[in-house]
């Protein structure tokens, strides 16, 4: 797919502004609906793809503020009005006219219709056609409420009491919008390296109590037999500790697929009815017991959790937020270090600023910092200034993603580490929701 230039566009326009200290919004306006004109959109989707989106989007959002003169705002709600033309137009019909095709290919390595996988297809295509227009279309919707109809001084004065609530509600649509794609192209992926087809083909067999599905594993090779070690180990971890804090997880089993040929960097994912597991990516037996109980958790929340339990764990989640001084960071920062080192080296020393760094720069998060050194926070801090939001009592920098991670989280170090890889305050945010988690029992166990 061919995303509009809009980025390079918007950093011209920045010079401009430099030089001229006004906003020209309207040649990003010409040459952008130009471009759209000319350009036929490819079907193809990648992650790539969404990420030139979410640049376009948040270089297109970074005008809101400089907008002081009604000429301004006329150019800038026809900005918004492309822009969002243009994102009807790659999600709704062209990615979204795809879907079916897409998993076909992705479910079967044949991009046609095949009668063995009809009812796996369906399942699949009814799922996320559902879950990708319920968490993209609020953002299409949220980009028009923007005043339009009203006489031109009347609109510019509602738009400027209303910009601010505006803008956050747009950037929070547009972060749903951008997780729900993810997830559903990170899903490919994983299907991509194990076609079921080929998964049904191998090895079952029964490994401490589970219904194992080995896909690929070959016993000549070192590196096979030590992640089948790591793995079998895991799951006994798994299998005694589940038994001690929370038996449901062992009550509610689903068949594992351990592929020995994927190429995905994460250790495992839930996919509904099975967890897969990739051999290689394994950090030890606890690592495999982390995995199973966070992928595990997915399907507590999807399955047994009530819409009340959610909602709590979510209030929870969202209200544990307060600020953090960077400044304080710069303090242990030593020289020369990046901060990934910075984060390891506080894990004992600060736990709870090491996970809040964690948080702050997961890869995994839409809008995580891209810092790296030093200088990186202290530019930060020169335009936004030292206080930034953070979780007050983190779980992971991967939870941080969203409620359901930072359940599926909680739950994978109870099981793996024990209750006192958990903060008190989560460790009973969890217990009121799940009073059967054994969180006392288990801690005088350890």
């Known amino acids: 797919m061919k995303i509009l230039k809009i980025v390079e566009e918007l950093d011209l326009l920045a010079q401009s502004f430099e030089e001229l200290g006004q906003l020209h919004i309207a040649a990003l306006i010409d040459r952008a609906t130009s471009q759209l004109q000319k350009q036929a959109v490819e079907k193809a989707f990648r992650k790539e793809d969404v990420e030139a989106l979410r640049k376009d989007f948040l270089m297109l959002m970074k005008n809101v503020d400089r907008i002081v003169e009604y000429e301004d705002f006329t150019k800038f709600r026809e900005a918004v009005k492309q822009w969002r033309a243009y994102y009807e137009n790659a999600v709704y019909q062209e990615f979204l006219s795809e879907l079916s095709a897409a998993i076909w290919l992705y479910l079967t390595g044949e ?9 796996e297809h369906k399942k699949w295509y009814e799922y996320w056609n559902k879950k990708i227009r319920s968490g993209t279309w609020d953002l299409y919707i949220q980009l028009s409420n923007i005043p339009k109809s009203l006489d031109d001084q009347t609109a510019f004065n509602m738009w ?19 997780g729900v794609l993810g997830e559903f192209l990170e ?42 070690t790591e793995f079998q180990a895991g799951l006994k971890h798994y299998r005694e500790r589940a038994s001690q804090v929370f038996p449901l997880l062992l009550k509610a089993k689903l068949p594992i697929i351990c592929d020995f040929q994927c190429k995905r960097s994460v250790g495992g994912s839930y996919e509904r009815d099975h967890i897969l597991f990739c051999a290689g990516s394994f950090a030890g037996p606890q690592g495999v017991a982390h995995v199973m109980a966070h992928e595990m958790g997915h399907h507590i929340y999807k399955s047994v959790l009530s819409g009340h339990q959610q909602n709590y764990w979510t209030h929870a989640i969202h209200q544990d937020w307060g600020p953090l001084d960077l400044n304080h ?62 979780p007050k009592h983190p779980i992971t920098g991967y939870g941080h993603k969203n409620p359901e991670e930072s359940f599926c989280e909680t739950l994978g170090l109870l099981v793996s580490y024990g209750p006192r890889a958990l903060d008190p305050l989560v460790r009973s945010w969890l217990h009121t929701i799940l009073p059967e988690v054994r969180v006392a029992q288990a801690e005088s166990n350890l």
């Open 111 to 119: 991009n046609r219709y095949n009668e063995q996988f009809d009812a």
């Open 160 to 178: 400027t009491s209303i910009k601010k609530e505006w803008a956050d509600k747009v950037k929070r649509e547009a972060r749903k919008a951008w």
């Open 187 to 228: 899903w490919m992926a994983g299907r991509n390296q194990t076609p079921i087809k080929n998964v049904q083909e191998k090895h079952v067999e029964v490994t401490e109590g589970f219904n194992v599905t080995y896909v690929g594993f070959e016993p000549t090779k070192e590196h096979n037999v030590k992640s089948m």
């Open 329 to 390: 960071l710069l303090k242990e920062w030593k020289p020369g270090e990046k901060i990934w080192t910075l984060e390891e080296r506080l894990a004992d020393k600060d736990p709870i600023l090491s996970l809040q760094i964690a948080c702050l720069t997961h890869e995994s998060l839409p809008e995580h910092m891209n810092w790296d050194d030093r200088e990186d926070v202290e530019a930060y801090i020169a335009e936004h200034g030292p206080i930034i939001t953070v």
